[in-house]
């Protein structure tokens, strides 16, 4: 089956600086790759995906970024805000399955 | 549009208990998924049902049950209560078809501790 690892588990960075969380997959039929945003007390939340015939796809301030040679993925969050602060997961899924594998999150901290 | 719904948000059960978790999808969506995600960790993948189906089933042992009813809202029942079954049930609403993938969309979810 499908193994989603990512990294780092807890991140911090000043208001206004970039923040990058990368996972990697090992299943090569993985074809899309959901990012979540899990805030306290409530369920994961997509805030962008990618397929993998794209190799970047950008929502405002957040992009990802995919390389399917390597088999990983990563989110970019710029001029983040104290908002941003989260669990942020990554996962897969190929197409067929019906299952998101989910990595283990990351807890990103923005200081004001 | 309201999003997934999900009731209780919050249940107390002792061990050995049976519980029943309940989700509402997205109008117009005919697939409900659901995870267990333990403190710390994240989702992991219980069922499938697609046109009140299984579709897809984790790895989880058969205490654990779920159905799809006509208008695609869905039960999660798990029975026999074990401590480590404290968790946040998260159910996911798609429109995907048999074959394809589309996006999950999650509910607030359930948190069950179980003393």
């Known amino acids: 089956g499908e193994n989603v690892e990512q990294h780092p588990s807890t991140l911090s960075v000043q208001e206004g600086d970039s923040a990058v969380i990368k996972c990697t997959y090992s299943d090569s039929a993985s074809n899309y790759f959901p990012w979540y945003k899990q805030e306290l007390g409530k369920g994961p939340q997509l805030i962008i995906d990618?397929?993998?015939?794209?190799g970047e796809k950008k929502d405002q301030r957040i992009a990802v970024t995919l390389n399917k040679t390597a088999k990983h993925f990563s989110l970019h969050i710029t001029e983040t805000q104290p908002e941003d602060s989260a669990v942020y997961f990554c996962?897969?899924?190929?197409?067929?399955?019906?299952?998101?594998?989910f990595g283990t999150g990351t807890r990103l901290t923005v200081i004001p | 549009d309201a999003g997934v719904t999900q009731s209780p948000t919050h249940l107390i059960k002792t061990r050995g208990q049976q519980v029943t978790l309940r989700c509402s999808p997205i109008?117009?969506?005919?697939?409900v998924s659901w995870y267990q995600q333990v403190l710390g960790q994240g989702p992991q993948f219980i069922f499938q049902?697609?046109?009140?189906?299984?579709?897809g089933r984790g790895n989880f042992p058969d205490r654990f049950s779920a159905r799809q009813f006509p208008n695609y809202s869905s039960e999660l029942n798990v029975n026999a209560l074990l401590l480590g079954d404290s968790a946040l049930y998260l159910c996911?609403?798609?429109?995907?078809?048999?074959?394809?993938?589309?996006?999950?969309?999650f509910g607030p979810g359930t948190r069950l501790t179980v003393l």
């Open positions: 990618i397929r993998s015939n794209v």
């Open positions: 996962a897969a899924i190929r197409t067929g399955a019906n299952n998101l594998f």
């Open positions: 049902y697609y046109e009140k189906e299984e579709r």
């Open positions: 996911a609403s798609s429109l995907i078809s048999a074959s394809g993938t589309s996006e999950q969309f």
């Open positions: 109008s117009g969506h005919k697939s």
